[in-house]
Nanobody, 126 residues
C-alpha cells in the first residue's frame, strides 16, 4: 500500500507562486513515474505534469508549460510542483498520483495510475 499526502496549497493572487509537495509513505516511489492532476469545480480531472523514474524526464499540459515545474527527491520519497505566474484558471483541487509504470506521457489514462492523494486546494484570486 502507498499513501500519498499533498500539501502546500492555499490562496494566492494572480501572478503569485506556490510549491506543492506530495509525500509518500508505505512504499518507495523511486522506481515509478509520478503525476500531478487537478480538478476545478464542474470540470473533469485533468493532467498537469508528470516526471518519469529512469531519466527524470518531464511532461506538462500545454496550459502550464513555462509556468509549472515538476521535480522529485527520491531520497525523501517526495514529488514537488512549483507553480509560478499563477492565473485564476489554475484554481482547482490538485492531486498527485503514482503511476503503475516507470514512464508516462500526458495521454496516459487515469487507470495508468494506481494510487492517488486526497488533494490540496489551490485558489488564485484575480
Amino acid at each position: 500500500q502507498v499513501q500519498l499526502v499533498e500539501s502546500g496549497g492555499g490562496l494566492v493572487q494572480t501572478g503569485g507562486s506556490l510549491r506543492l509537495s506530495c509525500e509518500a509513505s508505505g512504499r518507495t516511489l523511486s522506481t515509478y513515474a509520478m503525476g500531478w492532476f487537478r480538478q476545478a469545480p464542474g470540470k473533469e480531472r485533468e493532467f498537469v505534469a508528470a516526471i518519469n523514474w529512469s531519466d527524470f524526464g518531464t511532461s506538462y499540459a500545454d496550459s502550464v508549460k513555462g509556468r509549472f515545474t515538476i521535480s522529485r527527491d527520491n531520497a525523501k520519497n517526495t514529488v514537488y510542483l512549483q507553480m509560478d505566474n499563477l492565473k485564476p484558471e489554475d484554481t482547482a483541487l490538485y492531486y498527485c498520483a503514482k503511476a503503475k509504470t516507470r514512464t508516462v506521457v500526458p495521454s496516459t489514462p487515469f487507470r495508468g495510475y494506481d494510487y492517488w492523494g486526497q488533494g490540496t486546494q489551490v485558489t488564485v484570486s484575480s
